[in-house]
């Protein structure tokens, strides 16, 4: 993803991520919230794990999600990094299985974190990634 190359430029993760943001919204046409933003930056091998991921979620909904509305929150306390990625498209029921959710898996265990993917049909999907604070 071309945001790792901005953050090794000088940018932190909440610029990369409000810049990926915004263009990817201009280039979909799918409204974007942004719920929250880490004001403080992490460690470059989480923002890198967390940018990949949220690129491969936004792919996801661009591609089978049907979403208009994609709400996104990237938040950092005590207990660790927290992201959430939730669109309110036509969601699924049962496991989701395929290679963009073994992706994105990957790249929060490579950092000790842990994601979980969850829709709900005709109301969306909800992925979100945990990096706890000694990950």
């Known amino acids: 993803m071309t945001k790792e190359l901005d ?3 000088g940018l932190s993760l909440a610029q990369a991520l409000e810049e ?3 263009e990817w919204a201009e280039s979909t046409g799918i409204t974007v919230e942004i719920w929250a ?3 403080r930056d992490v460690p470059v091998r989480i ?3 967390v940018l990949a ?3 491969e979620a936004l792919s996801n909904v661009e591609r089978h999600s049907r ?6 929150a990237v938040t950092l306390g005590s207990a660790g990094l927290r992201m959430t990625v939730s669109d309110n498209g ?6 989701v299985t395929g290679r963009g959710v073994t992706v994105m898996r990957t790249h929060f265990t490579e950092v000790g974190g842990t994601l979980s993917v969850n829709g709900v049909p005709g ?3 909800t992925v979100t990634g945990v990096v706890p604070r000694n990950g």
């Open 7 to 9: 953050m090794r430029a």
């Open 20 to 22: 990926h943001l915004a």
């Open 37 to 39: 933003l880490p004001g």
């Open 47 to 49: 923002a890198r794990a």
């Open 53 to 55: 991921t949220l690129g």
């Open 67 to 72: 979403a208009r509305v994609v709400s996104v």
């Open 90 to 95: 036509i969601g699924f029921a049962g496991p």
């Open 123 to 125: 109301e969306g999907t």
